[in-house]
Nanobody
Framework: QVRLVESGGGLVQAGGSLRLSCAASGSSFKINAMGWYRQAPGKQRELVAT???????NYADSVKGRFTISGDNAKNTVYLQMNSLKPEDTAVYYC??????????????WGQGTQVTVSS
């Protein structure tokens, strides 16, 4: 079993910054991609940013230029640097990892989520 542990959420004023981290742990697995998604109250979960093991990134239009996703393959960790935060960024942020394991093939695993609250 691969476990994802997120950290770094919290309360920040508009215009401020936060950095989220997500570390994957377990045995005998390979990560093909990791990403961040968010879900605000009453809304569907949406993509924020993703990064492949080769470093290819993808961002939602709403966060381009403000958020930066990066990864450390050696540590199986992905980061999300969030700058110029807006109240509309308030949500629970979830880490997702696309994992490959022998005999199981490829599948997605989700973290438990971390709350980000941006006050106006």
């Amino acid at each position: 079993q691969v476990r994802l542990v997120e950290s770094g959420g919290g309360l920040v004023q508009a215009g401020g910054s936060l950095r989220l981290s997500c570390a994957a742990s377990g045995s005998s697995f390979k990560i093909n991609a990791m990403g961040w998604y968010r879900q605000a109250p009453g809304k569907q979960r949406e993509l924020v940013a993703t990064i492949t093991s080769g470093g290819i990134t993808n961002y939602a239009d709403s966060v381009k230029g403000r958020f930066t996703i990066s990864g450390d393959n050696a540590k199986n960790t992905v980061y999300l640097q969030m700058n110029s935060l807006k109240p509309e960024d308030t949500a629970v942020y979830y880490c997702k990892s696309t994992i490959f394991r022998t005999l199981l093939g490829q599948y997605d695993s989700w973290g438990q989520g971390t709350q980000v609250t941006v006050s106006s």
